[in-house]
């Protein structure tokens, strides 16, 4: 499809592997005219974007980073869909200049859909740092395709790419030189002449053959649907000679890029720089010192996320307290229901939404940091193997750390994860690690019934967690995202210099993707909660909620848990050390007229007495059901929004919740009971 009507925008395609600088060019293309969403029905986040050039308006679709459009995973589906299906009127292909044999593969398998193809040959500076000199008039005129060169990171050659993709949209796409050589080889004339003039859902005869060579089991099923029984068993045989075995067509495409890099790339090495590279390389993936490097590389981008978060929290705290007294102080004698909607509900829910942005803002800014540089992959390699065994890969462990410190920077650290189904795994996973402030609860209702054996418990919690991280997984990928296997394959990228520009756009976008989603869930379940357990005289036991935890008293109670420990464990969901405060009012230890209040009130609670009461009015099987109840309980209101931000579906989000409480009251019931034997 060409473009007739010029009033319509120009689509352009940005298609190229993890690890080329796709999302830099896309940056330097649209700036801050961006929308981040989800694929039509996929979870899998889409990015497009406007701009004008020469009184034209432009679309850029990003695509998914993929390594090839063999539809073996929901990635390259998705790539291989919207170029087939949608017709951009442009694919630009962004390969490396420092990897070009890795970046051009994909490029074989784009050119082959009939569709005009520009390359953006990106990472020029890092090609020259490594002393490599690139014949682009030469190569593009051995590739058959408009060959931009490109420095993203610097905004070099964006003019040239936007003047190529300006020319190439009015034009009409040619025969690129791989596919000319192609036709030329014996296996291609034999399947050409046995399929003939068939038609396969708009693909064109060329992509239909090349894959039929590749022995693509959906190609293969749309062939034997159109041709005889017998032209098929033809083909069936001539495929299963040995000469034509299924690496017969990878090695046609490296034999075409290795003779086009041999004739237009003369390789060098500046010395010092690559031993420089390579000397810190032999310690970022050893087997043993690589793992020391990543946990301390994590702990530091943990750190760094605090120092960022930490000076915004310390004003945000205060003030939101300031503030609720005085919207409190305000309406007390006229309408005092609205000022503590106001000061306990509106004002605490805008307060922790703002103290997760900052943190967020921090986890945003490391990740694209350590992946601009080129880091990250080398934390997936060194930690692969030990992954491979709870069926994720190695960028899952990334994640899967920083949830120790807190759930919302594991999710918010999925971002990392290339693979869909890998990314919505590791992301219902993370929640189940246990966070720095879930510790704090369970260590205080331990110590008061378990101080001798807190040892063993926490033991016990931690076997319990692995078991439950590794059933989870299991069930996701077996039932909910089956697809493709766990094991990662990838070349380590060469480290560069970080583009300040490319970080600061990333976080900017994300940060306004959090505000638009997180914001408005973090404020309707704020004012939900308050709803819910406001009273005028302050007496909680007769809310809403009390009520609500007394309806399901009998339920709980099999459970281990009466109505004040299930209302505990339900107000964990503001914040995982709001349980304290809750119990204490709960327990009659505090007066109050919501729980929201109770969160944010400066007042400290009375540990020491608070421990007494509970004692007495607690059975220490049903504290051990409520440890492991709220061990595995759904994450805070945070995680949870930053769980909807991430994968923009209420479908997860709420879907990841129910799970979450399900397991949570299944680990508390079979604590109860053990509880009960033993005590």
């Not at 009127?89 to 970046?103: L, Y």
């Not at 033809?234 to 067509?249: K, S, T, V």
């Not at 103290?355 to 694209?368: D, E, K, R």
């Not at 380590?492 to 583009?499: G, V, W």
Request: hydrophobic residues 50%; glycine residues 6%.
């Amino acid at each position: 499809m060409r473009r007739n009507d010029r009033s319509k925008k120009v689509t352009i395609a940005l298609a190229g592997q993890p690890n080329t600088g796709k999302s830099t060019v896309f940056n330097c293309l649209t700036g801050s005219n961006q929308h981040v969403g989800n694929w039509p029905g996929k979870t899998v986040e889409q990015k497009s974007g406007v701009f004008e050039y020469h009184d034209e308006m432009y679309t850029v679709v990003d695509l998914p980073g993929t390594y090839s459009l063999t539809a073996n995973s929901l990635e390259e589906k998705i790539a291989m869909d919207f170029i087939i299906q949608d017709s951009p009127d442009v694919v630009v292909v962004v390969a490396d200049a420092s990897q070009m044999e890795r970046s051009l593969y994909l490029l074989t398998e784009i050119q082959m859909l009939s569709v005009p193809v520009v390359v953006a040959l990106n990472m020029m500076d890092v090609a020259e740092q490594m002393g490599n000199q690139i014949d682009i008039g030469k190569m593009g005129s051995l590739l058959g395709l408009p060959l931009v060169p490109l420095t993203a990171s610097r905004r070099i050659g964006l003019d040239d790419l936007l003047k190529t993709i300006e020319r190439t949209v009015s034009g009409k796409p040619e025969v690129s030189s791989f596919e000319q050589r192609l036709r030329e080889d014996p296996l291609y004339h034999e399947i050409d002449t046995i399929l003939g003039d068939i038609e396969c859902e708009g693909l064109s005869l060329s992509w239909i053959i090349s894959k039929t060579m590749e022995q693509d089991e959906h190609i293969l099923s749309l062939v034997k649907q159109r041709i005889s029984a017998s032209r098929y068993s033809r083909l069936i045989n001539i495929l299963e000679q040995p000469q034509y075995g299924r690496l017969y067509m990878a090695t046609l495409r490296y034999g075409w890029i290795s003779g086009v890099l041999r004739e237009s790339v003369s390789e060098g090495s500046d010395i010092r720089k690559v031993s420089r590279g390579k000397k810190f390389d032999r310690y970022a993936t050893h087997p043993v010192w690589g793992k020391v490097i990543a946990v301390f590389m994590m702990i530091s981008a943990f750190a760094v996320s605090m120092m960022i978060a930490m000076p915004l929290m310390g004003i945000l705290q205060p003030l939101s307290m300031s503030l609720s007294r005085l919207v409190r102080d305000a309406f007390s004698s006229q309408v005092p229901w609205f000022g503590s909607m106001l000061s306990d509900g509106l004002i605490p829910g805008v307060t922790v939404s703002l103290m997760m942005l900052s943190f967020i803002i921090g986890v945003y800014f490391v990740f694209a940091l350590l992946e601009d540089v080129g880091y990250i992959a080398r934390l997936a390699f060194v930690f692969d193997t030990a992954m491979n065994k709870i069926g994720l890969h190695g960028k899952s462990s990334m994640p899967l750390f920083m949830s120790f410190g807190c759930n919302i920077a594991g999710v918010t650290a999925t971002r990392v994860i290339d693979s869909w189904q890998q990314r919505m795994v590791t992301l219902v996973v993370v929640s189940i690690v246990p966070c720095l402030a879930l510790w704090a609860v369970v260590s205080f209702m331990g110590a008061i019934f378990f101080s001798a054996a807190m040892p063993l418990l926490i033991l016990s919690l931690i076997v319990v967690m692995v078991a439950h991280i590794y059933l989870t997984s299991y069930l996701l990928r077996r039932f909910i995202v089956p697809g493709e296997t766990a094991g990662l394959i990838m070349e380590l990228p060469p480290y560069h210099r970080p583009n300040w520009r490319t970080i600061f756009s990333y976080v900017w976008v994300q940060m306004k993707s959090f505000i638009r989603r997180a914001f408005t869930l973090i404020s309707v379940l704020s004012l939900a909660v308050w709803a819910l357990s406001y009273r005028s005289d302050g007496n909680m036991e007769l809310s809403i909620l009390a009520s609500i935890g007394k309806f399901f008293d009998p339920v709980t109670s099999f459970l281990g848990l009466n109505w004040r420990l299930f209302i505990a464990l339900l107000a964990s969901i503001i914040a995982k050390e709001a349980s304290l405060s809750v119990i204490a009012v709960l327990f009659g230890l505090g007066q109050g007229s919501s729980i929201t209040s109770f969160i944010f009130s400066s007042t400290a609670v009375e540990k020491a007495e608070l421990a007494g009461t509970i004692a007495q009015m607690v059975s220490p099987a049903s504290a051990l059901a409520f440890i492991f109840a709220f061990f595995f309980t759904i994450p805070c209101i945070g995680t949870v929004a930053t769980i909807y931000s991430e994968t923009k579906s209420l479908k997860w989000t709420i879907g990841s919740s129910l799970y979450y409480v399900c397991t949570s009251l299944i680990a508390g019931a079979l604590a109860y009971r053990v509880g009960l034997l033993l005590f």
